[in-house]
């Protein structure tokens, strides 16, 4: 039986939703990760320092109160965002980053931007204080293809960002592209990427049908692109890191209404580990998950470690979530029903 320890990793891109759904989900982030960047994109969305201290105290009061888990709360960006707000939330360690939604992008994203070049005076604000911009980076014209909004995006709005505020710290969240891959590496930004844009290509969401289960956003794209972010990845490289974008939805609403997301978390590192195997770079995973993330924002990595080990890992077809002792919904997670080979062993100082 192999065995792996790294150091705890963190997830720098995690959708923890509310209500009941966050109380039942947040520990298998909780139990294995020390931080996570929570998005802010929730139903009502976090757009002030008054929200954002909210959602982290609903947040840790769900927690275990033996927790040394850290939730890094995210200020959602609109069109109409005030200054004095976004710096003081910065300042006093309320807000971690700014999270750029371009409206209609994804789920809860309606109140998003409209128009980037409202946000140059905020942008040089955050340059100026250290904050960093974390980007849904696509672009929601009706006349661009789905497949191509990534790549539209960063040559339309992310290139002119980047050249208007060199100083800006920019991470490219969930990469799908090739192109992405190759931008990332050219200026100097990060960027996160998950494990299922790892593992499957624009082919999954449909075989055996129109399959909900592996729709989101931005989708998966051609598996040219899978083995580029696979590359990525696996490199070794400061610019890569670790980002989940573990994203639940309640099986009525996935099934049937075809929410965009993936419930990734109950086996996000042994996701990661698995591909990492495949392609022989088990040695870089640390780096990936552990190391680079806290680099790139000028944190100390965890002090904890994380030991894994090569046992048959049988993941359950659906998740209960559980109010009180009733069953009020199911979550289906990434790799369903699938035999991994990897599985957490635990956590040790």
């Known amino acids: 039986m192999k065995t ?59 927690l275990p109160k033996s927790s040394k888990f850290e939730p890094l709360m995210t200020i959602y960006l609109t069109d109409e965002t005030d200054k ?26 309606s109140l998003g931007v409209k128009k980037i070049e409202n946000l140059y005076e905020i942008f040089e604000l955050m340059q100026e204080s250290g904050m960093p911009l974390l980007i849904h ?90 083995l580029a972010l696979r590359k990525a990845a696996t490199s070794g490289k400061e610019c890569f890191f670790l980002g989940t974008d573990s994203a639940p939805h309640l099986r009525k609403w996935k099934a049937f209404c075809g929410c965009a997301g993936i419930f990734n978390a109950p086996v996000a590192i042994e996701s990661y580990l698995t591909v990492f195997e495949e392609e022989n770079a088990l040695d870089n995973f640390e780096k990936f998950a552990s190391l680079n993330g806290p680099h790139f924002y000028n944190l100390s990595p965890n002090k904890e470690k994380l030991k894994l080990v090569s046992r048959s890992n049988k993941v359950v077809e659906f998740i209960n979530v559980l109010e009180e002792k009733d069953i009020v919904g199911q979550i289906k997670p990434f790799h369903a029903g699938e035999i991994l080979k990897w599985q957490v062993e635990g956590i040790f100082n």
């Not at 004095?84 to 994203?109: C, D, H, R, W």
Request: aromatic residues 10%; proline residues 5%.
């Open 137 to 226: 980076g696509e672009v929601t014209d009706s006349e661009v293809d789905i497949f191509d909004r990534e790549e539209v995006f960063i040559d339309r709005e992310l290139q002119p960002i980047i050249k208007s505020f060199p100083k800006l710290k920019i991470v490219l969240e969930h990469i799908t592209t090739s192109y992405a891959v190759d931008f990332v590496q050219e200026n100097n930004i990060g960027a996160t990427i998950t494990p299922h844009h790892l593992h499957i290509n624009r082919n999954a969401m449909f075989f055996g049908g129109l399959n909900s289960d592996f729709y989101c956003l931005p989708v998966a794209k051609r598996e040219n692109n899978r």
């Open 4 to 62: 792996l320890t790294i150091i705890k990793p963190d997830d720098w891109h995690l959708h923890l939703r509310e209500g009941v759904v966050l109380k039942n989900i947040i520990h298998f982030t909780s139990d294995y990760f020390g931080r996570a960047i929570v998005m802010p994109n929730t139903k009502a969305p976090i757009t002030s320092i008054d929200k954002a201290i909210a959602y982290k105290k609903f947040i840790s009061e769900a």
């Open 84 to 109: 004095g707000e976004l710096i003081n939330g910065f300042k006093n360690n309320v807000f971690f980053a700014a999270k750029l939604y371009p409206a209609n992008a994804t789920t809860n994203s």
